[in-house]
């Protein structure tokens, strides 16, 4: 016989224990009569034990304890204390989602490339993707940074790049922040504007890869502008119209390179 989707959910479910006393002493009945059932739930346990042992060597190889650190910080630093216990638990919940979602595209990213490739050189850039469906008008401040030149001149030093205030400015963006993050062991900054209310995001990393042209698309919803130069990744994003993020990340590399 074969089996069919209804029936897959209830191995599943047998499987996961979540079968009350009936369901399961029915499903019991049809193992023992149904030989093809057995093998499908054999096949459904193989598998499931495969995908745990991935998803453990998933997360042993990726820098997740990265995220944690900054799930904390955004926790810690983003809710603020008016709001409900449970509107913190579903950022929670939302910013743990995004870990695990940016765990998986490192452990791809790492494995599924040709041999001798340098596998994960894109990885960083998702990783602000995933981090940046987080962020809020709050999540660059109400107003810019008191320490914004002296957090400009942190990065300038440990990215080795030309960065200053004025360097940074946008027209008709509002320049909030200046953060030093990190990425697999190379530093990182994310430069924080608001475009209205909209966050818009400029970060370079120091990882030593290839010099590369501007490009520009979307990922996830979001406009991107990415470039390389003198060993250092750039990538600019936001949810504005990409001629205009486009026109923006011209106008930096041409100042920051």
Known sequence: MATNSEDDRRLTAYLDDELDARERAALDARLTAEPALRARLEALRQAADRNRATFAALLESAPVAEMKIRLEAALAARTPPAKSTRSRSAFAIAAAAAIVAFAAGLWIGRWSGAPGEVAGRDDWRQSVVETM???????????????LAEDVATLSQRLDAQLDVDRLQLDGLSLRRAELLQFDGSPLGQ??????????????????????????????????????????????IGKIPIERLTALARSLKEKTG
Do not use: H, K, N
């Not at 469906?133 to 660059?140: K, P």
């Not at 970060?203 to 990415?226: H, N, Q």
């Open 133 to 147: 469906a987080l962020d809020t008008a709050d999540s660059f401040g109400s107003a810019p940074s008191l320490r």
């Open 191 to 236: 430069i924080g504007y608001l475009d209205g209310a909209t966050p818009v995001a400029f970060c370079i990393v120091r990882d030593g890869e290839a010099d590369a042209p501007l490009s520009t698309g979307t990922r996830d919803g979001f406009a991107v502008a990415s470039w390389a130069q003198g060993g250092r990744g750039f990538m600019l």
